[in-house]
């Protein structure tokens, strides 16, 4: 049976069913880093780097070799091939792709499937598959490591979680699901504030509900928030929605 490592939350490691112990913060960012990429050596110096946030003690090597150890141990415990699973290749370490899962190559993997799912006809299945891959998600990705390298590659994935989030929305609004996206994109937006194409949505969303007001004020509201925290005016593709609205003069940034 294979090892699963899920990223898209609270870390955690199971194998065959049964919890992997993982230990401390050291040996937790390292498991982390290496399941961020599996099949991928990742090299001894990045992994002290992320174990320790660029200030290794003189012995983190050896402190290194005795996390590599420990996690073997648990993983042996549990009746796999540590050393298949988990190993040794010059400069550093990986884990194995062909023994060892992760919710993140799977979320990857539905994401992929459903953006070549670009015909109209194929909408439903769009979105069936955009919600299996947001169901993996638990949380932050990784969020309870708190080495500043892996704190850096969580906000990318969720980022990535907060596009597909946008492309479901997008699928949901084609379908005639207005409700459902809207609401979607409402949270979205409070928790990221700033993602443009969530907002263009918000007022997608808005317009096919024939509410050009909301749809309007929710222009003004982005428009400010980007100037205040960033000093720039909406992108193109907010302009000319709310161009096409009717928002001219001071309203709307050429």
Avoid: N
Avoid at 40 to 68: C, E, F, M, N, Y
Avoid at 114 to 137: C, K, N, P, Y
Avoid at 215 to 224: D, E, G, M, N, W
Avoid at 233 to 247: E, F, I, N
């Amino acid at each position: 049976m294979t090892i699963v490592v899920d990223l898209l939350g609270p870390l955690r490691m199971t194998a065959g069913g049964s919890e992997v112990r993982l230990g401390g913060p050291g040996r937790r960012t390292v498991v982390a880093l290496l399941a961020l990429q599996p099949g991928a050596v990742v090299s001894v110096d990045r992994l002290v780097d992320a174990v320790w946030d660029d200030h290794p003690p003189v012995t983190a090597v050896t402190k290194l070799q005795g996390h590599i150890c420990g996690l073997r141990r648990e993983i042996s415990r549990l009746g796999y091939d540590a050393a298949a699973v988990l190993q040794t290749t010059s400069p550093g370490y990986l884990l194995s792709d062909r023994l060892v899962s992760t919710d993140l190559t799977e979320f990857e993997r539905l994401s992929r499937v459903a953006a070549q799912s670009s015909d109209a006809r194929d909408t439903g299945q769009r979105v069936a598959l955009l919600e299996q891959a947001l169901g993996l998600w638990r949380g932050t990705a990784c969020s309870d490591v708190r080495s500043t390298r892996i704190v850096a590659a969580a906000a990318t994935l969720d980022d990535r979680r907060a596009r597909v989030q946008e492309s479901l929305a997008e699928a949901r609004l084609h379908l005639g699901d207005v409700d459902t996206a809207l609401d979607e994109m409402h949270r979205l937006v409070l928790e990221q504030p700033l993602r443009e194409r969530a907002w263009e949505m918000v007022m997608r969303c808005h317009i096919a509900r024939r509410d050009t007001a909301a749809a309007l004020a929710a222009y003004h509201q982005v428009s400010q928030l980007l100037a205040t925290e960033l000093g720039v005016p909406p992108g193109r593709q907010l302009r000319t929605l709310a161009a096409d609205l009717g928002a001219v003069g001071a309203l709307v940034t050429r």
